[in-house]
């Protein structure tokens, strides 16, 4: 199936600073990602939709200018979390779809990046 | 948007038994249905999927079975094993819809 990286895996920052986690498609082209959320024990809840090109869509409650969205390839999805704070802790994931191969349906996720902002 | 429960949360059986576990959605344009393991502190993967023009898909151990009158889909697991403990997701996708919307979670033990 098709493969989704993602770096760092894990990443301890102080309070205030800025974060920069890279989403890439190795072997299939993805004109949108999907970047989803996870604190312990729960579901992964959707962040935004990056898109190739243009603007991220974000949810509902997601604040645009605090998670900076960035999809400048269609390989490449980069989520910067800005003016990080503890509660900014957590698990991003990123996903995506290759609309091209024989499984358009399948969302294929990244192994995650686990932030600690102390 | 979608609704989408998840039943039981925790779910404990002994090896060899089976496992269902219920996800109950609410968009009815919802017309494809996944379901997602995912190990501790590992990405999800999809174990099993069905599409709305069908009622049910089996894979060796696994099946699930969509009711989509009703509005909800089971995945089906026989003959547990210690390595199928993990967190199982429904996430029922509407028509339109990019992204997956993920259920609550079902935490599986299967003891030894």
Known sequence: ??????????????????VKIECRSLDFQATTMFWYRQFPKQSLMLMATSNEGSKATYEQGVEKDK???????????????????????????????????????TQYFGPGTRLLVL | ?????????TLSVQEGDSAVIKCTYSDSASNYFPWYKQELGKRPQLIIDIRS????????????TLNKTAKH?????TETQPEDS?????CPRPTGRRALTFG???RLQVQP
Do not use: M
Not at chain 2, 53 to 64: C, L
């Open chain 1, 1 to 18: 199936g098709a493969v989704v990286s993602q770096h760092p895996s894990w990443v301890i920052c102080k309070s205030g600073t800025s």
């Open chain 1, 67 to 105: 998670f900076l969205i960035n999809h400048a390839s269609l390989t490449l999805s980069t989520l910067t979390v800005t003016s990080a704070h503890p509660e900014d802790s957590s698990f991003y994931i990123c996903s995506a779809r290759d609309t091209s191969g024989r499984n358009q349906e």
């Open chain 2, 1 to 9: 948007g979608e609704n989408v429960e998840q039943h039981p949360s």
């Open chain 2, 53 to 64: 023009n069908v009622g049910e898909k089996k894979d060796q151990r696994i099946a699930v």
């Open chain 2, 73 to 77: 889909f089971s995945l089906h697991i």
């Open chain 2, 86 to 90: 993990a967190v199982y997701f429904c």
């Open chain 2, 104 to 106: 609550s979670g079902t």
